[in-house]
């Protein structure tokens, strides 16, 4: 399979606790994003890399969230102190820079549960 | 101002019939517009891409484009159950972000 994946699928946890998600983008799109979702409503934008460079990150995140990729392959998602507010689907998406039109394949999602 | 609007629905549209789902957006330099299914609890699927005035074509679904007027439309024709889903339009911004709107739900009734 050479689309996008997402680990893990699923995640419960109780409030005050750190969670990691990892996404694995398609080998060779150089660009990673990640949204949020939650229910009735579009992804929100989170963050997005280039490579390992990590080009933007929302004002609306808390600095409880952190996002790394470090060797520009792989990508990481860290929340810390995570909050009831937190549950939602996280999603990963890449695309290669430069390609016209420009089109973001998505993985299959990260749900948080925070209890 | 949201970037990206879309009529939440619930768009209802018999078996067979054309469905049309509507987005606005705010930025004129947009170029690159998105059309995405999604299915309940689960992710995105890309169906069309356009970034030219005018339509564009694939199987039964046509996306219309009109940037003076800042709209982008997906025609689902011959509509089937299996397209009952929530329709998401996207943007992409100068600096390839891409913007969602919030979806439309659409249910085709058999």
């Known amino acids: 399979d050479t689309g996008v994946s997402q680990d893990p699928r699923h995640k419960i946890t109780k409030r005050g606790q750190n969670v990691t998600f990892r996404c694995d983008p398609i080998?060779?799109?150089?660009?990673l994003y990640w949204y949020r979702q939650t229910l009735g409503q579009g992804p929100e934008f989170l963050t997005y890399f280039q490579n390992e460079a990590q080009l933007e990150k929302s004002r609306l995140l808390s600095d409880r969230f952190s996002a790394e990729r470090p060797k520009g392959s792989f990508s990481t998602l860290e929340i810390q102190r995570t909050e009831q507010g937190d549950s939602a689907m996280y999603l990963c998406?890449?695309?290669?820079?430069?390609?016209?039109?420009?089109?973001?394949?998505f993985g299959p999602g990260t749900r948080l549960t925070v209890t | 101002q949201k970037e990206v609007e879309q009529n939440s629905g619930p768009l209802s549209v018999p078996e067979g019939a054309i469905a049309s789902l509507n987005c606005t957006y705010s930025?004129?330099?947009?170029?690159?517009f998105f059309w995405y299914r999604q299915y309940s609890g689960k992710s995105p699927e890309l169906i069309m891409s356009?970034?030219?005035?005018g339509d564009k074509e694939d199987g039964r679904f046509t996306a219309q484009l009109n940037k003076a007027s800042q709209y982008v439309s997906l025609l689902i024709r011959d509509s089937q159950p299996s397209d009952s889903a929530t329709y998401l339009c996207?943007?992409?911004?100068?600096?390839?972000?891409?913007?969602f709107g919030p979806g439309t739900s659409l249910s085709v009734i058999p």
């Open positions: 996207a943007r992409k911004t100068s600096y390839d972000k891409v913007i």
């Open positions: 356009i970034y030219s005035n």
């Open positions: 080998s060779e799109h150089n660009r």
């Open positions: 930025d004129r330099v947009s170029q690159s």
């Open positions: 998406a890449s695309a290669t820079k430069g390609g016209f039109p420009y089109e973001q394949y």
